[in-house]
């Protein structure tokens, strides 16, 4: 309860009395005296923070870039449309950006079934209530029946 209260009333208290108190000019200082710092631990402190900083922008940059490579996969596959966001965004990215190795296995063995699915038997085997070993049958039968009349005919 006396925290409600501090924080409903310090917050109004110090608005009102904010042009009444002094502001230093060196802030640095005054921060670091106040962390019990002193300037060159606190100017350290300073630079390993921005190195910090940098490493998280770095990392966010590199997986958005991922995220981007494995959306314009998708684009490319489904045909749709290119984004240019998602090209800046691999552009951008320091390193070179690759489809995670799951998705590309996943999608390795999309391409085989696809490939598959494109080929005649693979139509054939799609139709229902037909005998593939009749077919095949057939086809052998069909290809020796060609294969004697040309022979035939170049005896003839």
Do not use: W
Not at 94 to 100: F, T, W, Y
Not at 106 to 119: G, L, P, R, T
């Amino acid at each position: 309860m006396a925290f409600m209260v501090k924080h409903v009333v310090g917050g109004q208290l110090k608005s009102l009395t904010g042009g009444l108190t002094e502001e230093s000019g060196d802030g640095d200082r005054s921060a670091a005296a106040g962390a019990g710092m002193t300037a060159e631990e606190f100017e350290q402190y300073q630079q390993q923070l921005e190195e910090e900083k940098q490493e998280r922008d770095a990392s966010f940059a590199q997986k958005k870039a991922e995220r981007a490579t494995v959306r314009s996969h998708f684009r490319d596959k489904y045909r749709l449309p290119k984004n240019e966001v998602d090209e800046t965004q691999i552009q951008g990215a320091q390193n070179d950006v690759e489809l995670p190795t799951e998705l590309a296995k996943m999608i390795a063995e999309d391409n085989q079934e696809e490939e598959q699915k494109q080929s005649v038997l693979g139509h054939l085997t799609n139709i229902q209530n037909v005998d593939m070993g009749h077919l095949k049958g057939k086809a052998q039968a069909t290809l020796e029946d060609l294969k004697n009349s040309a022979e035939k005919c170049c005896v003839m």
